[in-house]
């Protein structure tokens, strides 16, 4: 699913409500089990994934992740240390979008 321009500004009116810290940490945890993730989220740069994707997320800076740099630095330097883990997520990837396709056929 990705979000429009106008689908991402409901998102976020939606998070500034009384509850929205706690329907983002919803969101997040759900988001992080999806299969789609398990592989890179099992991988030594799992840690590093969730931080940089948790930032994003709750981020409040314009454009949102600006204030992310760290987490996104620590995330690319382990994906760089660690290239198995990365190939790994990237096929992953690669079988769920072709099962997705398939199943919309």
Same mark, same amino acid.
């Given at each position: 699913?990705?979000?429009?321009?106008? !689908?991402?500004?409901?998102?976020?009116?939606?998070?500034?409500?009384?509850?929205?810290?706690?329907?983002?940490?919803?969101?997040?945890?759900? =988001?992080?089990?999806?299969?789609?993730?398990?592989?890179?989220? !099992?991988?030594?740069?799992?840690?590093?994934? !969730?931080?940089?994707? +948790?930032?994003?997320?709750?981020?409040?800076? +314009?454009?949102?992740?600006?204030?992310?740099?760290?987490?996104? +630095?620590?995330?690319?330097?382990?994906?760089?240390?660690?290239?198995?883990? =990365?190939?790994?997520?990237?096929?992953?990837?690669? !079988?769920?979008?072709?099962?997705?396709?398939?199943?919309?056929?």
């Amino acid at each position: 699913n990705v979000l429009l321009d106008g !689908e991402h500004k409901k998102f976020d009116q939606e998070m500034e409500s009384k509850d929205g810290d706690v329907a983002v940490d919803a969101m997040i945890q759900d =988001a992080l089990a999806c299969p789609c993730v398990k592989d890179l989220r !099992e991988s030594p740069c799992g840690p590093s994934f !969730e931080s940089a994707f +948790t930032c994003f997320h709750k981020s409040k800076a +314009t454009p949102k992740g600006d204030d992310c740099a760290q987490q996104n +630095t620590a995330f690319l330097d382990c994906l760089r240390s660690h290239p198995a883990a =990365a190939a790994a997520a990237a096929s992953s990837q690669t !079988e769920d979008a072709g099962k997705t396709a398939a199943a919309n056929s």
